[in-house]
């Protein structure tokens, strides 16, 4: 079993920047990528950035020159730096890991004002 834990989020100014991380435990040998996704109210989750144990990093169009996922594996962490933030970013961050199946955090609130 994996577990995640999700913290960072905050209330936060368009143009801000903030930092989340991912802490993983438990049989984190066999996760294979990670990723962050975000649900804003009203709205589906949705894919933001991923990393895969290669380091091969994606992200949404939306967030591309923005977003910065990263992890640190002797930490067994994963980031993800927000940058020149906008409303539109506003939602709950999930932390996903997949090693034969999805492992989910509990999330955190990233709310941005105009």
């Known amino acids: 079993q994996v577990q995640l834990v999700e913290s960072g989020g905050d209330f936060v100014q368009a143009g801000e920047s903030l930092r989340l991380s991912c802490a993983a435990s438990?049989?984190?040998?066999?996760?294979?990528?990670m990723a962050w996704y975000r649900q804003a109210p009203g709205k589906e989750r949705e894919v933001v950035a991923a990393i895969s144990k290669e380091n091969i990093v994606n992200y949404a169009d939306s967030v591309k020159g923005r977003f910065t996922i990263s992890r640190d594996v002797a930490e067994s962490t994963m980031y993800l730096e927000m940058n020149n933030l906008a409303p539109e970013d506003t939602g709950v961050y999930y932390c996903?890991?997949?090693?034969?199946?999805?492992?989910w955090g509990q999330g955190t609130q990233v709310t941005v004002s105009s």
């Open positions: 996903n890991a997949f090693d034969s199946r999805d492992h």
């Open positions: 438990g049989s984190i040998f066999g996760i294979n990528y």
